[in-house]
């Protein structure tokens, strides 16, 4: 890329600029961009820079390859670490949820695209700017419930907020608990993202924006955006939506799937299929979260709370067993621990609601 000098070949997080566009490159594409600390870190540096350059009007985030813009953190090495010792992890997470917060806010339009494949972590450093990208090789998910875990990285705000942040609908819970893949459409109709644009479009839009005057505004970058949006056909979520509210609506997951059972519709029987190898504890731990970011008012409360809830995951079983079966044996056969919804009860969640051993957030 013409921004990258010789001396960031091999950095795993690139960052240049390009006229008036701030560049950070995610490159790690044999990991499929997942992030580091140190490439948390380097984002961070980034941000810090690009803020005090009066030269840099907006911020474009990409990634390196033909398989992901992002496909999470490294949770392989979260895995390595164990429960003995959890505080590796912890910092990853602090110093990733403070970047997160601060691009939900920052002062210059944050562009995010989003092509091929945005999971986990990847939503997390993409989702929260001001302006966000799909195309029609996009898949994104937040399927932290297959592994043990939920949707961290603001992604219960994110997914509670509903169609146009308005609260409105289910399909963010519908997201959450199942892990559902969803493309461009989908991402934009659940308030994930907000245009549609050709992958082979996104170089000359990257060269739209880097010629963008250096005091251009958030509208100003909207319009460049819009003169190579497109509109993505419906996708299958949309195409559900009425069945997701109705179903996903209810407070307990046990309400859920009898809601699902009851209903019989194809659509239906599939969700309740994936639901059910989903870990019991991550999907009643991941729904309370999400009602409970429904009501926060801020980004910094709800990370705060997954925080917490991280911690107490990292010192568990689910998490560790849900990574053994999908990433290092690839059995695709985890073992829960409780194995049903009955066995999860609000004292076994209670560990997940306690203070962490320390704040994100002063």
């Avoid at 955006?225 to 046990?254: H, K, L, M, S």
Wanted: one cysteine or more.
């Amino acid at each position: 890329m013409a921004f990258i000098d010789k001396n960031q070949a091999d950095a795993l997080v690139q960052i240049g600029r390009t006229g008036t566009l701030g560049r950070i490159h995610l490159n790690r594409p044999k990991a499929l961009n997942s992030l580091t600390l140190d490439m948390v870190r380097a984002i961070a540096g980034a941000l810090d820079r690009f803020e005090q350059d009066a030269g840099v009007a907006a911020v474009l985030i990409t990634g390196e390859g033909e398989r992901a813009f992002c496909a999470g953190g490294d949770i392989r090495a979260l895995y390595d670490g164990g429960p003995q010792d959890t505080s590796a992890g912890r910092v990853f997470w602090r110093e990733e949820y403070v970047v997160n917060a601060r691009m939900s806010r920052y002062a210059k339009p944050y562009v995010a695209f989003m092509d091929l494949i945005t999971m986990g972590g990847g939503v997390g450093v993409s989702a929260h700017g001001s302006h966000r990208v799909v195309t029609e090789r996009t898949r994104l998910a937040m399927p932290e419930t297959g592994i043990g875990f939920f949707p961290d990285v603001g992604g219960t705000w994110l997914l509670s907020r509903g169609r146009a942040g308005d609260g409105k609908s289910e399909i963010g819970t519908y997201l959450a608990l199942t892990g559902e893949q969803i493309g461009a459409a989908d991402a934009i109709h659940a308030g994930l993202a907000d245009s549609f644009v050709s992958a082979a479009a996104l170089p000359e839009l990257a060269e739209r924006l880097s010629q963008l005057p250096a005091d251009a505004d958030a509208a100003q970058v909207s319009a460049a955006i819009a003169a190579f949006a497109e509109t993505a056909q419906p996708g299958p979520v949309q195409g559900n939506a009425a069945e997701i509210d109705a179903a996903f609506a209810y407070d307990t997951v046990e309400e859920i799937f009898a809601a699902l059972v009851d209903s019989g519709t194809e659509f239906a029987n599939r969700t309740l299929a994936t639901l059910r190898t989903r870990s019991p504890t991550s999907l009643k731990l991941t729904l309370e979260l999400l009602r409970l970011a429904r009501e926060d008012a801020r980004l910094e409360d709800t990370l705060e709370r997954e925080y917490a809830a991280g911690a107490a995951v990292l010192a568990g079983h689910e998490f560790y067993e849900g990574v053994r079966a999908a990433v290092v044996d690839k059995d695709r056969n985890p073992q829960w621990r409780p194995a049903t919804l009955d066995e999860v009860t609000d004292e076994s969640l209670a560990p997940y609601f306690a203070a962490a051993p320390e704040r994100v957030f002063s």
